[in-house]
């Protein structure tokens, strides 16, 4: 039948990727509709990841400072907790930024339409509406007529099969959720959201055990920059199970019971009020029906892209996590402009050399570019400039003299091609590593570029001139 909307573009999902690539659309001129089946715009990103953690990751920062401060001359009582108004302030934080977007779309014309939005061929979606307001009913069926579309359904959370389901097993979303504080508390996996997550409730309260198949924490990130982070968080944890793996969880009144195999599994069954399963997201790329589109989505879910974002049907681009690693909103976000710009005319393409990752615990850690151990396992001739804080007066004075900065650059061309920073506000700074690489600078470059005095920041130029000496003989 007749379709009953028509745009130019469509946008399917409304996350960091859809919004952002929606509004680029409209920006240069494009008919806009953004198809999204929950309530408020800002997907998995600020709904229940990137900023409902961070809300409460500054709280957890906040407090955990205020202890330390004793030793400096100024104590504080221990802190007492309202969990409902903290939960409340976290909210506050997520309705803030959604509503901004709503308002965002509106003054651009954007045409949100609220439903589950499926391919049934190359120029038409089919959205099962979840809300009226003016649209129709809950259940009512929309074909919307596109002439481009942008595919940005993002990923789920990945469960394990084996274990049960009852309130006391999470994953992030139910974390996020804050509904209690329990007093032992299990994290199966260690990368960045269940880090992320034990050090909000060990803030709180928890202990914590956390396991890990592979052999360290935050696979991705240099070991050295890991082990001052661990160094720093030992207070928090019971156990930290490296190369284990949970094989069997129990649900009883006293209690969830979990089972573990492995080098450094403990002997018994271990008893927790709370696990949180957080081993990874898989993409959306299965559940849009994208093969009536003639959209080809690999096993796992992901949707393959050029550099111009552009799936194989070539008027449908995909940009987000349904397009693959590393599943970050700000890779997302990229992707989104130059999808909108190519759909636009535009000469747009791909052509980021590298994506900053960060965890935001305490302290943070965050890295860039080429790594000290892809660099060794490739063979690749590689110099480091590394700064300790311990000469740092900012880090000093701040009492987090444990940070370091390291700077890595290839020796053949002396151009920065990595770096990584862990302390406070590592994730800030990152940034101007990111640029540095991106702009080709050498360590000269960095080195004689004014640092504003003291600041944490200024760790980057001295970790520039640790090897400047090393660099007299450019080009
Ligand atoms: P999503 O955010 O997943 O959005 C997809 C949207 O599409 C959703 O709103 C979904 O409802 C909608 N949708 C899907 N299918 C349909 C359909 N058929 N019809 C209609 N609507 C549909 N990244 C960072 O960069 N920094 C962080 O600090 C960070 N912290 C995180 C913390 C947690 C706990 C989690 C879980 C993730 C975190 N991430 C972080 C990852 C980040 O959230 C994702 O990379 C980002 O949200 C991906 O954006 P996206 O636009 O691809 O998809």
Redesign the pocket.
Known sequence: GAADIECEMLV???????YSAAFRSADLGMKTVL????ATL????L????IP??ALLHVANVIDEASHFADVGVAFDAPKIDIDRLRAHKQKVINKLTTGLTGMAKARKVDVVR????FIDPNHVE?ELTAGEGQGRTGEKKVIKFQKCII????S?VNLPFIPEDPRIVD??GA?ELRSVPKRMLVIGGG??GL??ATVYSTLGARIDVVEMGDGLMPGADRDLVKVWEKQNLHRFDKIMLKTRTVGVTCRPDGVLVKFDGEQAPDVEQKYDMVLVAVG?SP?GK??GAEKAGVIVTDRGFIQVDKQQRTNVSHIFA????VGQP??????VHEAHVAAEVAAGQKSYFDASVIPG?A?TEPEVAWVGVTETEAKAKGRKIGVGKFPWAASGRAIANGCDYGFTKLIFDEETHRIIGGGIVGPNAGDMIGEITLAIEMGCDPVDIGKTIHPHPTLGESIGMAAEVFEGSCTDLP
């Open positions: 399917l999902g409304a996350g960091p990727g859809g198809v999204e089946r929950y800002g997907g998995v990103c709904n229940v990841g990137c953690s961070k439903g589950y939005g499926m959205v940005a359904a993002g990923s959370v992030s979303t996020l960045i959201i992320e997550m997201r959306n559940k849009i940009i987000g996590d349904i599943m970050l909103a700000h890779k997302g960060v935001y």
